[in-house]
């Protein structure tokens, strides 16, 4: 297998606060250095890029030494926690910034979609916006022309075409912007999992997609701390942590090392809360702490089926509330629809004033789970629909659901097993 | 950024590097991102008309309501001297000519930061979006020209006919890719400088405005006293409306050596242009 992306030493560096405040004598003392000839004393003062850490220099290092390479025909995820680098990293594949410092060798022509409909202009009609954003993407007037149909039949579209996508609706524009970038035939994509934010069938086809280009032999980066859609698609897996390359190898033992270490911070995490892909809800009641504990009470995430599963969720109230529902789903990672749910349940002792305390503990005595990744939801609310007070949305670690050693799993498709009977008779 | 094939292994066809040469372009990119140049000018034509009553003609209102104010204020009350006898001309050629040169300036001057969402998300080399703009106020300016020119028609007509410069008329090309290239040069500066020092967009309306009044624009060069005329011999722009002006109406003067000088300058300042556009776009998306 040829070798197509070629990642060698690539660092970057970055500038932390209010950029612009006093940038006109650093650029006066920068060229000073450069005339005396002394060098920038920044670059050497950077720091690792930990956002806990209290910040001792102006400058930080986003990524720090990473080394890849990428073969033929491979779907390789990209996976770390936010601000480990991997939308860094994702902006220099797709040139949209440079490195500060080592190179990337591409063989092939490049797609990154880091965002569908970029250039989409509202007064113009669709058929305008199809050409528009395809030449942005990169394809040529007669390519879009020649594949002009299949878009719009992709999109569904057609009797709209010729009115200005402002009078869309969210859902059409959106099928009519991925309609474009669906038809780029790229040899390599790098595709951006915020992509995937939208509704449940978008995200669908956006994953499908990948499936079917990575299918057709073509090499696919995928970047997401999704590990259910990881696991689901990519047969490696390349984790980054604070900016550093941490780990390369196996998609199923990259995962396993990123849950391990992810298992309880990402509640702790505060830009978390700013992050709507991940954590949601208007914070009147927000989660504390949620652990998964095996049958002997130890944290665990990963299972075997028929095992016992424990959930504990710690929560406080912030701001005095009538009632609370807590409600757990989990997600299938290829597809991102709901593969079960334990509905709303109603929290009994209410009102809750702010400041309290409560534990909650969902115990599942069996798992009726078939082998997979599932990404967990947690949900808090009150009783009108429309109200979460906290989303926890495949924060934390997914619950793994392994295969038993000595089994042959391979004709066990679908989530759950059915119980059944099965008869036969000979005469 | 740095699209180069490495010299040791020709099979790589993209390298994505930190730092390039100081005037790095390379132009087999620009000319393969062509289709997008000619859609991003439509663009930028169709969305001006549409949803609008008058829709086209609004490329033509403007002017022609500067000019009128300027036929009234300056002409009829100031009475300035404009060695014309036909006011309506000289303000309406003078509004023409600098409106394509401020235009601009004002367009490509902002081309990082009106663009700055597009740019965080996909590459195309990014020269492409001050040159559609240049060329989206030529197609501008080639509607006000052609009005201009019925104007004068309508002049030759009623008896009082401008006297055009037939016999240098080819000059007129010219001057119009040096007004389209230095304002092209200046745009490109500032929206450079403005990606790190934003203060500065806020003063381009007014520099723009200031100019033109350092400009032959809505006088002629004898409207300065003398010890003040140096400020238009000294100013490069000064002879790009000086002659375009000359060349319609014969009025004004036809300092060809001096448009030499601005040809020179133009060059120059084009060059200074792409180095920072070039410096600044590979790494603008971390400081906006």
């Known amino acids: 297998m040829k070798t197509v992306v070629h990642v060698d030493q690539v660092s970057k560096m970055f500038r932390l606060g209010d950029v612009g405040s006093s940038t006109l004598t650093e650029d006066i003392r920068a060229v000073y250095h450069k005339l005396t000839g002394k060098t920038n004393s920044h670059l050497i003062t950077a720091d690792a890029n930990d956002r806990a850490a209290k910040a001792t220099s102006d400058y930080v290092w986003a990524l720090k030494d990473i080394n890849f390479e990428v073969k033929e025909g491979e779907i390789v995820g990209l996976v770390g926690r936010n601000g480990a680098g991997k939308s860094t990293l994702l902006k220099i594949l797709s040139r949209t910034t440079s490195p500060t410092k080592g190179q990337i060798k591409i063989r092939g022509k490049v797609a990154s979609l880091l965002e569908v409909g970029t250039g989409f202009h509202p007064d113009l009609s669709g058929r305008d916006n199809i050409f528009l954003n395809g030449t942005i993407l990169g394809m040529r007037k007669a390519e879009i022309q020649a594949k002009f149909d299949q878009i719009v039949e992709f999109a569904g579209v057609q009797r709209y075409i010729d009115t200005p996508v402002k009078r869309y609706s969210s859902g059409m524009y959106v099928r009519l912007a991925f309609a474009v970038a669906a038809h780029l035939d790229p040899d390599i994509l790098i595709i951006d999992e915020v992509l995937a934010v939208g509704d449940a069938e978008f995200q669908a086809k956006c994953l499908g997609k990948m499936k079917e280009v990575s299918d057709q032999g073509r090499t696919v980066l995928f970047v997401s701390h999704n590990m259910g859609a990881v696991a689901d698609l990519c047969s490696r897996a390349i984790m980054l942590k604070q900016g550093t390359q941490f780990m390369d190898g196996d998609t199923d033992d990259v995962i396993r090392a990123y849950v391990k270490q992810n298992m309880n911070t990402g509640l702790k995490d505060q830009s978390a809360l700013n992050d709507p892909t991940v954590r949601r809800g208007n914070g009147a009641v927000r989660f504390e702490h949620i652990e998964m504990l095996n049958a002997s009470g130890q944290q665990a995430n990963e299972f075997n089926p028929g095992d016992k599963v424990v959930v504990k969720m710690t929560v406080k109230v912030n701001e005095d509330v009538d009632d609370l529902l807590a409600s757990i789903s989990l997600r299938s990672g290829r597809t991102r629809d709901v593969v079960t749910s334990t509905g709303r349940n109603q929290v009994a002792s209410g009102p809750f004033k702010a400041g309290q305390t409560l534990q909650l503990t969902y115990e599942f005595n069996a798992l009726p789970l078939r082998p997979g990744v599932y990404e967990t939801y947690f949900w808090l609310g009150d009783n009108r629909a429309e109200t979460a007070f906290d989303v926890v949305d495949n924060l934390l670690a997914p619950l793994v659901v392994n295969i038993p050693e000595g089994t042959n799993s391979l004709h066990v498709i679908g989530y759950f097993d059915l119980p059944f009977k099965f008869e036969q008779k000979l005469f | ?288």
């Open chain 2, 1 to 288: 950024m740095n699209t180069v094939t490495d010299a040791k292994d020709n099979s790589w066809n993209l390298i994505i590097k930190p730092k390039g040469k100081l005037f790095d372009f390379n132009f087999k990119d620009l000319w393969e991102y062509r289709d997008l140049l000619v859609l991003l000018v439509r663009r930028d034509i169709v969305t001006v008309y549409k949803q609008t009553l008058l829709g086209f003609f609004w490329f033509i209102i403007p002017p022609v309501l500067n000019a009128l104010t300027y036929v009234i204020i300056f002409g009829l009350f100031a009475k300035v001297p404009t060695g014309s006898d036909n006011l309506i001309l000289f303000y309406l050629s003078g509004v023409i000519a600098w409106g394509y040169f401020a235009d601009c300036i004002n367009r490509t001057s902002s081309t990082f930061r009106t663009n700055a969402s597009i740019f965080g998300k996909v590459y195309f080399p990014r020269l492409i979006v001050p040159m559609a703009s240049v060329l989206s106020a030529l197609v501008k300016f080639f509607v006000q020209f052609a009005f201009l020119l019925v104007v004068m028609a309508y002049f030759g007509f009623t008896g009082s006919a401008p006297d055009v410069q037939w016999q240098i008329i080819w000059v007129l090309p010219f001057i119009l890719l040096l007004m389209a290239l230095s304002g092209m040069a200046i745009g490109l500066i500032i929206s450079s400088l403005t990606t790190k020092y934003r203060d500065l967009s806020n003063i381009v309306p007014f520099a723009v405005q200031f100019l033109m009044y350092a400009t032959p624009v809505i006088y002629p060069y004898t409207f300065f006293p003398e010890n003040l005329r140096w400020i238009f011999d000294w100013n490069p722009l000064s002879p790009m409306i000086e002659i375009f002006r000359h060349l319609l109406m014969g009025t004004d003067r036809l300092n060809l050596l001096q448009l030499c000088g601005s040809a020179l300058f133009t060059v120059v300042l084009l060059f200074i242009g792409l180095i920072m556009f070039n410096k600044t776009e590979r790494n603008f998306m971390d400081t906006v």
